[in-house]
Structure formats: C-alpha cells, structure tokens
C-alpha cells in the first residue's frame, strides 16, 4: 500500500514496524535518557499516541459522515514534551496541530477527560467543554487553554498582550486568574511566523522587553518545514529568529524526545524565571497532510513522504524508553494498541453527543446582556459630587474616563499618544499625569498590538480602554476586533471574554484637512461583527453616560464595544450661530441603555434619523424647515449597533415620513439598516435616505462634493414632507 492510497495505514505500518525494529538489537540511552526518568516518558509517550489516534479517529468519522475536521497533529506530538515543561496553570494559546500538548496537559490535571474532549470537537458536540460545538478548537478553561480560530497567527498580540498585562494587573491590585510566575505559551507554524500578524507581535514582544518590561512569553514555533504546500526554504526560521537582540533562541528536534523534553524545559525555566521571552524552535515533521482533504502525493514525491517516517516523534520516545530499558518494543506495541481500544471506547460513547439544536442556543454566548447591572455598574463609574459644567464632547469623555480610572482601579487607558501628549486632539490629556503610566500610557505604532493588549488585559482581568488614533487605522488591525475579541466568547461559551471598549476616532467632516485618512467614514465594518456594540455619541451628554455604559458592559457582561468619537465634534460649542454655545452639554445622567436612542423635538411631520455629524446637521436644517412650517423631530441613534429598533419605529409611526440621514456611504454603512428595519417592523409611511457617495474622502473643499451636507439634508426633507 502506497503513500498515496492509504496514508494512514503507511504511517502505522512504518511507526509499529520501527518500533518492533527496537527489540532486535541494543538502543543507545545517552545519560540524559537515564536522568529524564521512564514515568516522564510513558506521560509523553501516552500523549502523543493518544493524539495520533485521535487524528486517525478524526478521518474515520469523517468518512462516516459523523466527523467535520480532520488538520491533526501527527508528526508533531513531540509538543507534548512543551506541555510536560510548563505547568497546567501556565496559559497557553496554542496551533492548531497541539493534540500532543493537549493530551499531555490534560494529564496534569485531575478529573480530565481530553480523548472525550477531542472526539466531541471533531463531531460538532454541544456538550464540548470549550466551543460547545461551535468550532474544532484546543481549549479548556480548567486546563488554561485558551481557545484560538482558524486565522494563522491572529492569536500572538493577545498571547503577548496577556503575558504583559499579568503584570500589569498585579501592580494595579488585580489579581489574574493565573499565579505570579506563570509562564504565558504561545505555538505557531513555521509558515505562520511570517505572517505580519507574527512578525509584528514578535516584535511588540521584544520592543516591551527591550524597554525592561516584563514579557513571560515561549514561543514555539512547530517548524514542519512547509505551509500546506509552500516549502519554508530551509534554515529560514533560524535565519528569522536565531539572532534577535533580547529574544533567546533554543531550537531542537522534536523527533529526539529527551533533547526536546530537556530544551522546552531549559526555555521554560527561562521565561519563568527572567521574564524575558524566549523562541523555542521545535522542529517537526507533518503527516498525512494538511487536511484529510488535502493530497500530499500532488506536490510532494512518495520518496520525501516515506523519509518522513524516520522522524516520527512516537518512534523519538520509544527509542527512549526502550533505550532507558522502561519498556521493550513489544511492551509499547501493546501500549499502542490499548490506547487505541480505549480512544474507540470513548469515541461508541460519545456517538450519541447531540450538536447544536436551534440558532438561539448558537448565539447565546456571543453577546449577553443583563441591562439592570449593566445600570448598577455605570452608576458606579460616575463622580459623585453633582453638577456638572456644560461642556464639549472631547473635554466630556475625558471627564467621564478620569471618572472612570478613579472609581475602578482596573481600567487602563493606552494607545498611539494618549499617555504624555494626551491624545493627537487631547480627549486624554492629564490623565497619564494623574493616574500614572502605568494605567494611562503610550503604546507602540501597531494598531494589532494595541488591540492585543487589549485583550490580553481583558483575560488578566483589567478593563482595557485601547484607542485608534483614527477609524482608517482600524482595519489594518481589524482582525484582533473581528476574529479574535468579539469571537472570544462565542468559541468558549462565555468561558473566557474580552471585556473591552476600544476608543476609536473618527467619520468626517475635517474641513478639507487631512483626506481620506482622517475623514473614514466606513462603518459596515464593525455594524456586521456578532455581539459587537457600536457607540456613537453625537454631544457630550450622551458621551458621558454612553460611555460609562460602555464601559459597564464590558465589566458586567464582558460585551466588546466600539466607541465611535465624531472627531469633528470633539470641540465643537455652537449649534446654530457663533458664539450660541448650543452643542455644549453637561454630563447628566448615570448611563444610556444600549440601543436606545434620543428624540430631539417633538415635529409631527418629519422624522430625521441620524447620528453623529447628521444630529448637529439635522437639527440645524430641522430649524430652518420649522421657519417654513415643517416640524420635524430628529432621532439620534447613539447606537449604530445594535440599532435601537424599537425608538426608530415609534419615531417613525409618530409622522409618518422618515429621512434617514447616514454620513457614511451609500453602499453599505447605518442607513440601509434602519431602513430594512422600518420595513420589518410593517411601517407603511414614506421613507427616504440621504447618504456619502462611495467613496473615499478627497483633500479641500473637493471633500464637500462626495460628503453629506446640509443642502442635501434639507432638500430630501423638504421633498418628503411635501410628497403627498
Ligand atoms: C490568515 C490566514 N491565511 C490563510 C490561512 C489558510 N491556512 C491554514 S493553515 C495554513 C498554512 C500554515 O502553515 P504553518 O504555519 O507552517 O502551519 P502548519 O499547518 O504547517 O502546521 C494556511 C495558509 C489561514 N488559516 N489564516
Ligand atoms: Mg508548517
């Protein structure tokens, strides 16, 4: 049988043949062998042969029909001899291919039950104890592993975020959930280290060290020398990581189980000790492919495939076990097999597991709200001694966050110049002052590692309040928002959250300055992520209370918020003529539910529905059409997700006609939203919608002709109103 028909019975046949090899003549057992001790080994050996089973298992449910993911770990247990290293209370974010790992920490810990674990993963279970049928991932709250998606890479800001904020929240009086040493793991592939996902928190990683702060972090890098078929030209990973200033450099062959039991832990005892970071090069072969989908004979010959075989790192531990006269080939044959019968017993019983049964049940960990805390915890965030002074946006959410850092010692406030300069418009200046770096501070120009503090800070219990400079800024990094925060908590039933509220700069309006870049107006973006919350406070009133809410949610339900600041507001004092002082406001009530929204005027003939730059513009046209005899009351969303339906409607029925005014673009932005919802809800009045072209925002006066402006505010209202 070749390669190529059955792979699966190749690699068994090869591994069990290599393995009775042993009994037929001496094995060397270097002294290392003899001082790693046989209990150690058959740990090891148990781990990586249950995880090689279970990949097997995962293909034979597939062909059945019962199993949905088949990337396995096999050629790549000798991480197991990471998990022997560290201690089951280390966090750990792990690659895909880490059964072996899993396996062995699972065996640290009492009570565990990994195979029943896997088996369900790969089946879609509800009853899996991390994803709950909702993905295949390795992750266990008991066991600290923290599950990852499929997005190569995207899990190394927060692993580097993570092991920075352990200290952080230490220093703060947080106590993690994690001990005082742990050592925070983080395992990739070899083609995955260059993606700039990596490479950038690599970086972030050895710049935070650099500046002698503590970064406990191993990496390791499972190096199987390809990525699906792209080959890693060889000695590249050594090339990449093997002389970075502060960044120790072990690498070692997982195929010798003892050199790499002994190198993991040197790298552990290392980051555990130093506080540094440190790159554990495990190198590794893969087998059986990518994917059970994937044929390796199209792009690899049957020659490099068989050659492979030599390296398996089972065939690593029996050679040391044998060699450590533990056991003889024969003894772990056997062992082989029983662990195959016990994984085939696990896995008749598990066939019964009921997966996932209504949407309801889906959804329910993505974005739970309990709204009566959520209100307790805001008022809590705000100052207690009384009036507040009228005041502008900027200076409003300033106030509200230096409330917020004094009554809650877990939030920090960090970003691209919000600590000394206080903020490219200083909406945090003085804080960094006030409440020290360590809570308000600078962070480095990398909007991924910005938002990987952020939720590394959230799951060592702070409440992180990260900043993007500008909404252009956001989508290089959207991934940390999208795939990973807002995930969290959907792959892990709740298990783990990402309490966050991530200050984001932005929409339009800049008179002509600073272009598309300074003027993005794209929302679709973020309205589409599940679970997210999308804030966008239009005066200074409802920043206060809207961000206190923010910020209580993320505490109470561990919601992930976006807190979308209008930048051409943050200074703005007058509504209606120079000097009226109208678009100031004073902070005056606890917190905003998350979507509701606010009803200016009470006009029976027109309803504008807007937010943002559109409130300020639509009341301004709103009394300029009162001049005219039309009354129109202007609805401001506040909550761009999610939208606060039930007001729209109710506002809408009120006078029969709706404007809905969205600065952002036609294609895809807050309008087409409010516009299927009026017709969900049955509305049968009159409705249209004025909006930003598609397009990005010129420099100068040009920007006029693709923005939305009051003219065209005032038109298309003054036509709905007269329409019969
Ligand atoms: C950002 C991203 N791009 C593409 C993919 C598709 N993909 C999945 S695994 C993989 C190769 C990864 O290779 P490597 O990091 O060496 O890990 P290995 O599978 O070899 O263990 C690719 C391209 C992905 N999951 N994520
Ligand atoms: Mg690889």
Redesign the pocket.
Same mark, same amino acid.
């Given at each position: 049988m070749t390669p190529s028909t059955n792979p699966v019975a190749a690699l068994q046949d090869a591994l069990l043949g290599a393995v009775a090899e042993l009994d037929t003549g001496p094995v060397e057992a270097g002294p290392a062998v003899a001082a790693t001790g046989p209990a150690t080994l058959w740990r090891i050996f148990d781990a990586q042969v249950t995880s090689r089973h279970l990949d097997v298992v995962a293909r034979e449910l597939q062909a059945e029909g019962r199993g949905f993911y088949t990337i396995g770990s096999a050629g #790549?247990e000798s991480n197991a001899v990471v998990a022997e290293a560290l201690r089951a209370t280390d966090p750990a974010l792990l #690659?895909y291919?880490s059964g072996g790992f899993y396996v062995a920490r699972a065996g640290q810990a009492d009570g565990s039950t990994p195979i029943r674990d896997i088996v369900q993963s790969l089946i879609g279970s509800a009853d899996e104890p991390i994803a709950g049928g909702r993905h295949k991932v390795f992750g266990h709250a008991a066991l600290s592993i923290i599950p990852q998606t499929? *997005?190569? !890479?995207?899990h190394l800001p927060r692993a580097v975020g993570l092991a920075l904020a352990l200290h952080r929240a230490r220093r703060l009086g947080v106590e993690p959930p994690w001990p005082d040493d742990s050592v925070v793991v983080c395992s990739?592939?070899? !083609?995955? !280290?260059n993606?700039s996902t990596a490479t950038g928190a690599i970086n972030t990683a050895l710049n935070t060290a650099y500046r002698g702060l503590p970064m406990p972090l191993l990496l390791v890098c499972?190096d199987?020398g *390809?990525?699906?078929s792209v080959p *890693?030209p060889t000695g590249w990973i050594r090339a990449a990581y093997g002389s970075r200033p502060g960044l120790t450099y072990i690498a070692v062959d997982g195929s010798d189980t003892v050199a790499a039991l002994e190198a993991a832990t040197e790298a552990a005892r290392l980051v555990r000790e130093r506080r540094r970071p440190v790159f554990l090069h495990l190198r590794t072969v893969?087998y059986l492919g #990518?994917a059970g989908s994937d044929a390796e004979i199209t792009y690899r010959s049957h020659t490099e495939i068989v050659a492979d075989y030599q390296r398996d790192p089972v065939l690593g531990t029996a050679r040391a076990l044998v060699g450590a006269g533990a056991a003889t080939g024969a003894d772990l044959t056997a062992r082989y097999h029983q662990i195959r019968a016990r994984v085939d017993a696990v896995v008749a019983e598990v066939a019964e597991s009921p997966q996932l049964g209504s949407a309801a049940e889906i959804v329910a960990p993505l974005s739970p709200r309990t709204p009566e805390l959520v209100a307790d915890a805001a008022k809590r965030l705000r100052k207690p001694d009384g009036e507040a002074a009228p005041a502008t946006l900027a200076e409003s959410i300033n106030t509200t966050l230096a409330a917020a850092l004094d009554n809650d010692h877990r939030v920090v406030v960090f970003g691209e110049d919000v600590g000394r300069k206080g903020g490219v418009y200083g909406v945090t200046r003085g804080l960094s002052r006030r409440f020290g770096q360590a809570r308000v501070f600078d962070t480095l120009l990398d909007e991924q590692s910005i938002l990987g503090f952020g939720l590394g800070a959230g799951l060592a219990g702070l409440l992180p309040v990260p900043e993007i400079q500008y909404l252009a800024y956001l989508h290089n990094a959207e991934d940390q928002l999208r795939g990973e925060a807002a995930s969290l908590s959907f792959f892990s039933r709740g298990q783990y959250r990402n309490p966050l509220v991530v200050r984001i700069a932005g929409l339009a309006y800049q008179r002509g300055f600073g272009g598309h870049f300074h003027n993005d107006n794209a929302v679709a973006v973020l309205r589409d992520i599940p679970g997210l919350v999308v804030a966008c406070p239009a005066r200074s009133d409802d920043a206060a209370a809207m961000l206190r809410t923010c910020l209580a949610a993320a505490s109470v339900d561990g919601t992930v918020c976006v807190f979308l600041e209008p930048i051409a507001l943050y200074h703005t004092r007058d509504l209606f003529a120079d000097g009226d002082g109208g678009w100031l406001a004073a902070d005056a009530g606890e917190h905003v539910p998350i979507g509701r929204a606010r009803v200016h005027g009470e006009g029976r003939d027109l309803t504008i529905v807007t937010f943002a730059n559109g409130v300020r513009m639509s009341l301004r046209v709103a009394r300029r059409l009162a001049q005219r005899g039309i009354a129109v009351r202007v609805l401001d969303l506040r909550w761009l997700a999610p939208l606060p339906v039930d007001d729209i409607v109710r506002a809408a029925e009120a006078t029969g006609r709706v404007l809905v005014v969205d600065e952002t673009r036609h294609a895809a932005g807050v309008g087409e939203g409010v516009l299927s919802a009026l017709v969900e809800s049955g509305y049968a009045g009159s409705a249209a919608r004025v909006s930003a072209h598609d397009s990005f925002v010129p420099l100068g006066t040009a920007a006029n002709h693709v923005l939305l402006s009051e003219h065209d505010i005032e038109t298309a209202a003054v036509e709905l109103a007269e329409k019969e």
């Amino acid at each position: 049988m070749t390669p190529s028909t059955n792979p699966v019975a190749a690699l068994q046949d090869a591994l069990l043949g290599a393995v009775a090899e042993l009994d037929t003549g001496p094995v060397e057992a270097g002294p290392a062998v003899a001082a790693t001790g046989p209990a150690t080994l058959w740990r090891i050996f148990d781990a990586q042969v249950t995880s090689r089973h279970l990949d097997v298992v995962a293909r034979e449910l597939q062909a059945e029909g019962r199993g949905f993911y088949t990337i396995g770990s096999a050629g #790549h247990e000798s991480n197991a001899v990471v998990a022997e290293a560290l201690r089951a209370t280390d966090p750990a974010l792990l #690659h895909y291919r880490s059964g072996g790992f899993y396996v062995a920490r699972a065996g640290q810990a009492d009570g565990s039950t990994p195979i029943r674990d896997i088996v369900q993963s790969l089946i879609g279970s509800a009853d899996e104890p991390i994803a709950g049928g909702r993905h295949k991932v390795f992750g266990h709250a008991a066991l600290s592993i923290i599950p990852q998606t499929s *997005t190569i !890479a995207s899990h190394l800001p927060r692993a580097v975020g993570l092991a920075l904020a352990l200290h952080r929240a230490r220093r703060l009086g947080v106590e993690p959930p994690w001990p005082d040493d742990s050592v925070v793991v983080c395992s990739f592939g070899d !083609a995955s !280290a260059n993606h700039s996902t990596a490479t950038g928190a690599i970086n972030t990683a050895l710049n935070t060290a650099y500046r002698g702060l503590p970064m406990p972090l191993l990496l390791v890098c499972e190096d199987n020398g *390809t990525g699906i078929s792209v080959p *890693t030209p060889t000695g590249w990973i050594r090339a990449a990581y093997g002389s970075r200033p502060g960044l120790t450099y072990i690498a070692v062959d997982g195929s010798d189980t003892v050199a790499a039991l002994e190198a993991a832990t040197e790298a552990a005892r290392l980051v555990r000790e130093r506080r540094r970071p440190v790159f554990l090069h495990l190198r590794t072969v893969r087998y059986l492919g #990518h994917a059970g989908s994937d044929a390796e004979i199209t792009y690899r010959s049957h020659t490099e495939i068989v050659a492979d075989y030599q390296r398996d790192p089972v065939l690593g531990t029996a050679r040391a076990l044998v060699g450590a006269g533990a056991a003889t080939g024969a003894d772990l044959t056997a062992r082989y097999h029983q662990i195959r019968a016990r994984v085939d017993a696990v896995v008749a019983e598990v066939a019964e597991s009921p997966q996932l049964g209504s949407a309801a049940e889906i959804v329910a960990p993505l974005s739970p709200r309990t709204p009566e805390l959520v209100a307790d915890a805001a008022k809590r965030l705000r100052k207690p001694d009384g009036e507040a002074a009228p005041a502008t946006l900027a200076e409003s959410i300033n106030t509200t966050l230096a409330a917020a850092l004094d009554n809650d010692h877990r939030v920090v406030v960090f970003g691209e110049d919000v600590g000394r300069k206080g903020g490219v418009y200083g909406v945090t200046r003085g804080l960094s002052r006030r409440f020290g770096q360590a809570r308000v501070f600078d962070t480095l120009l990398d909007e991924q590692s910005i938002l990987g503090f952020g939720l590394g800070a959230g799951l060592a219990g702070l409440l992180p309040v990260p900043e993007i400079q500008y909404l252009a800024y956001l989508h290089n990094a959207e991934d940390q928002l999208r795939g990973e925060a807002a995930s969290l908590s959907f792959f892990s039933r709740g298990q783990y959250r990402n309490p966050l509220v991530v200050r984001i700069a932005g929409l339009a309006y800049q008179r002509g300055f600073g272009g598309h870049f300074h003027n993005d107006n794209a929302v679709a973006v973020l309205r589409d992520i599940p679970g997210l919350v999308v804030a966008c406070p239009a005066r200074s009133d409802d920043a206060a209370a809207m961000l206190r809410t923010c910020l209580a949610a993320a505490s109470v339900d561990g919601t992930v918020c976006v807190f979308l600041e209008p930048i051409a507001l943050y200074h703005t004092r007058d509504l209606f003529a120079d000097g009226d002082g109208g678009w100031l406001a004073a902070d005056a009530g606890e917190h905003v539910p998350i979507g509701r929204a606010r009803v200016h005027g009470e006009g029976r003939d027109l309803t504008i529905v807007t937010f943002a730059n559109g409130v300020r513009m639509s009341l301004r046209v709103a009394r300029r059409l009162a001049q005219r005899g039309i009354a129109v009351r202007v609805l401001d969303l506040r909550w761009l997700a999610p939208l606060p339906v039930d007001d729209i409607v109710r506002a809408a029925e009120a006078t029969g006609r709706v404007l809905v005014v969205d600065e952002t673009r036609h294609a895809a932005g807050v309008g087409e939203g409010v516009l299927s919802a009026l017709v969900e809800s049955g509305y049968a009045g009159s409705a249209a919608r004025v909006s930003a072209h598609d397009s990005f925002v010129p420099l100068g006066t040009a920007a006029n002709h693709v923005l939305l402006s009051e003219h065209d505010i005032e038109t298309a209202a003054v036509e709905l109103a007269e329409k019969e």
